[in-house]
């Protein structure tokens, strides 16, 4: 038995403090919540931050606990706690050789951890923030960068009558949970770079993620003019010049921050195209490493980059005016990359010879990368059509965009409710591994717990979102106090949920549709509903903002009052209360303009059930069993028949399924029906649907192939780069003079018999692959057959090549076509040549 651990000085005991407040691992571990309660209790239950409640704590209070031995055990318990969970193996470390992988540099613009670090705006931070404590879950080496916003996104205040006023409070470094990068001499660790001719210096920030760590750059040093100062004040705020500052920063400033630390990452991950600039300075560094050109440097590091897009419509991309990319990065491009601004310029334009085309962040990302993803199945299909423009005359379905459907980090949006259930029923492990057994567990769950556990949580709810209204009706936005009375909500009515941001096409309206059958139903006087919202639409938005304003006015209406609250201020820490207490997350999209969504998968561990539209994750995840679904599966563009019609199945499916499931009891009381749904929800969709699978795919499907890859383009000073670029350049020049001469196909035998005469040119045949192609059907994969060379080039500089097979489908389906192949590199995304049959 191990001996107790002795017990910490006062002055051991309050470094332990420091160190477990500005570890984010608080976020969704919750061991060390009795310590803050016993420090200060007030500022702990209004804030729920360990930082902020240290650092207003009394000192004398403070000093007093660091006094009592049985307080000093308990910070003691806690660090041998904390420790022994760090030496526990991980699913990272027991899978894989660390050898094979041993750093992935994660960059994103924003990231969703906490509300102590507002540097988020929605669904693009809440990916990368739950896929970094994922990673730390699991063990995946992961070190992040991003920005540290002075001002973050936009605060949201409402007026009563539904105005929505934009706020931009100061993020004070000092009381948020982060620390300065400094160097070993204890300075501040400054970066240098240059935006058009000026020199400015990037500081550093480190946040600790459990095992993971997030570096943030900001330019607000006072050695840097004024306006270089604000580059990083604002999350999406401003216009085309600052936003590209911006990506500057984080790309070049970010991948330069990890070389000083010293990091040699083997993979980058480009959460956006907003990063795409960390694999072209990856290149630069690659150039003074190996002493090669900046093109063979690309091809070294484009092996171990992968791009995530998350835009599922073009104008989601950042383009920017040549010229303004010229006033940046002429200085970058001379000195640095050695190559003229034309040339970088074309690495971000769909027709690299069109010099009026804007450069596209997303074309950058993916000319950069040697794979390329969306975020679910629906949305990779979205993707290869967006991005079929750099993959001339290649048929749609091969564009090489894949996908990894999103998924949420289970630990940071369950309640306490639904914690408690899952360790009873899956144990404490449940999220770190591979959930191998997770689902039939919970499929045992009996409905009496079930039920029980789902009525604690609404109610707690109600009695939250009571709190936040009086908080928030305190004061209207015009600094006056509100004669509104504050709503009530009942802990025993069906509990819907509507929140996101307030867009056009998100139509956060489609249930306003018919406003006067919506509050029948939600008045109905035996199957009530009550309905909370919350959401933000950008400032620039007008139309999102008059949405926000006709909800508000909707939910003012006598026969609705204290059946519709529309909550100010939509941002993590409502997002939790939401997520954790309504029965149903609604979720009307119009379809395929959601990539992914995310807030409807947060509900699925606490036991809510969605209603969504077929689109983004549901479109993979629904199936009658465990929720409701809206649309036909198609896309309709904005048909306002189209809005009517799913508008008149929302209303119908409320109306005689949802509220008649959730209000038909059996003899104990409990909804069968309901709870059955709640069970296998739970049960199919939460893993699957987890931030754990995430990075687990991530890892095993791109990470570990990128990491290979880009070794092996390394070694011997980049010897299979210096090759490929040769090999590169020989298609470049010959493919126009590569033709298929002729094909024959017969059928004397009940095989068919296809031969192919290629004139080749001065490509190589090692560098072909001669195809037989049909297009994919129902959805299915296009039917590839390569056809093998059946003797050398004839007298006429004809190689042949013939194939014998049997179809599944009719021979007027297939053609002939030849494709670049060369071991070891992605095509199309590497050498997009494609020749076909006339």
């Not at 691992?25 to 061991?31: D, E, L, P, S, V």
């Not at 205040?157 to 009381?175: C, I, K, M, V």
């Not at 539209?613 to 809206?630: F, T």
């Amino acid at each position: 038995m191990a001996p107790e651990n002795p017990t910490l000085t006062a002055r051991a005991a309050e470094r332990a403090l420091h160190g477990f407040a500005l570890d984010l691992r608080w976020t969704w571990n919750h061991a060390t919540d009795p310590l803050w309660r016993q420090i200060n209790p007030e500022c702990w239950e209004h804030t729920q931050n360990p930082w902020t409640t240290l650092n207003n704590a009394s000192r004398a209070h403070l000093n007093a606990l660091l006094n009592k031995p049985a307080f000093r055990r308990e910070v003691g318990h806690a660090m041998a706690a904390q420790a022994e969970g760090l030496r526990h193996p991980t699913w990272f470390a027991q899978k894989h050789d660390a050898s094979a992988l041993s750093c992935i540099a994660y960059f994103s613009m924003e990231y969703m951890l906490s509300e102590a670090l507002p540097i988020y705006s929605g669904g693009l931070g809440n990916v990368a923030g739950d896929q970094l404590k994922a990673a730390s879950d699991l063990g995946v080496p992961v070190v992040a960068v991003g920005l540290l916003f002075a001002q973050g996104y936009f605060r949201q205040e409402l007026t009563p009558d539904g105005q929505q006023h934009a706020l931009y409070p100061f993020n004070d470094p000092s009381l948020l949970p982060i620390s300065p990068v400094l160097t070993k001499e204890g300075d501040v660790l400054r970066i240098p770079i240059r935006f058009a001719r000026g020199h400015v210096w990037i500081r550093a920030w480190k946040a600790t993620v459990g095992r993971a760590t997030l570096y943030l750059l900001d330019t607000n040093d006072p050695a840097n003019p004024p306006g270089v100062r604000c580059v990083t004040t604002q999350l999406y705020g401003g216009d085309a010049d600052l936003r590209l500052r911006q990506e500057i920063t984080l790309g070049i400033a970010g991948w330069r921050l990890l070389d000083t630390l010293g990091y040699q990452p083997d993979v980058c991950h480009l959460n956006e195209g907003h990063a795409a600039f960390a694999a072209v300075e990856r290149a630069c560094g690659l150039m003074d490493r190996l002493h090669v050109p900046f093109r063979e440097a690309l091809t070294i590091a484009r092996a171990g980059t992968l791009f995530t897009t998350h835009t599922a419509v073009p104008a989601g991309f950042d383009r920017f005016p040549p010229d303004l990319v010229r006033t940046y990065l002429a200085d970058y491009t001379a000195n640095r990359l050695g190559i003229p601004m034309e040339s970088l310029l074309a690495l971000g334009r769909a027709n690299p010879n069109d010099q009026g085309e804007p450069f596209n962040m997303a074309w950058l990302a993916i000319r950069a990368s040697g794979a390329v993803n969306g975020v679910s199945r629906l949305h990779g299909t979205v993707s290869r059509r967006l991005f079929a423009p750099l993959f001339p005359r290649w048929p749609e379905c091969e564009v090489p965009v894949g996908h990894v459907t999103n998924g949420v980090h289970t630990p940071s949006w369950d309640s306490v409710e639904a914690d408690t259930l899952w360790t009873e029923a899956a144990g404490p492990e449940r999220w770190r591994g591979t959930q191998e057994g997770v689902a039939d567990r919970i499929r045992a769950l009996d409905d009496r717990t079930l039920w029980s556990a789902r009525c604690q949580a609404r109610a707690g709810f109600v009695r939250k979102i009571t709190d936040l209204c009086a908080q928030q009706q305190g004061y209207t936005g015009n600094g006056g106090p509100s004669d509104l009375p504050v709503p009530t909500l009942s802990p025993d009515v069906l509990t819907l949920g509507f929140a996101r941001r307030f867009a056009t096409y998100k139509r956060p309206d489609l249930l306003l549709h018919d406003p006067d059958r919506l509050a029948r139903l939600l008045s109905h006087h035996e199957r009530p509903m009550q309905l909370v919202l919350a959401g933000k639409a950008h400032p620039a938005d007008m139309a999102g903002q008059a949405l926000i304003t006709r909800w508000i006015a909707f939910s003012h209406r006598p026969d609705v009052r204290g059946r519709v609250i529309f909550m100010a201020d939509y941002d993590m820490a409502l997002g939790q209360v939401l997520v954790q207490g309504v029965d149903l997350w609604i979720n009307t999209p119009r379809r395929p303009w959601e990539a992914s969504g995310t807030s409807g998968m947060k509900v699925l561990v606490n036991g809510g059930l969605n209603l969504s539209e077929l689109d983004g994750w549901w479109a993979e995840a629904y199936a009658p069993e465990v929720g409701w679904a809206l649309g036909d599966g198609r896309e309709h563009g904005d048909d306002p028949a189209v809005d009517a019609a799913e508008a008149e199945a929302l209303y119908t499916l409320l109306e005689t399924e949802i509220a008649p499931a959730f209000y038909a009891r059996d003899p104990q009381g409990i909804p069968a029906s309901w709870v059955a749904r709640m069970r296998e929800s739970m049960a199919r969709l939460t893993p699957l649907f987890s931030a754990n699978r995430v990075v687990r795919d991530y890892t095993e499907r791109f990470y570990l192939p990128a990491a290979t890859r880009y070794h092996a383009r390394l070694a011997d000073g980049g010897r299979a780069a210096r090759e490929i670029v040769q090999w590169q350049d020989l298609l470049n020049t010959s493919w126009p003079d590569l033709h298929i001469d002729a094909v024959t196909i017969s059928q004397p035998d009940g095989q068919y018999h296809v031969t192919v005469a290629l004139a080749l040119g001065p490509v190589p045949a090692d560098a072909v692959q001669v195809q037989f192609y049909a297009d994919p059907v129902d959805g299915g994969p296009a039917a590839i057959t390569i056809i093998p060379p059946s003797g050398c080039r004839d007298a006429d500089g004809l190689t042949h090549y013939a194939l014998t097979t049997r179809l599944d489908r009719p021979v007027t389906d297939y053609t002939v076509r030849v494709v670049p192949t060369h071991a070891g590199m992605a095509i199309p995304l590497e050498s997009p040549h494609i020749a076909w049959q006339r």
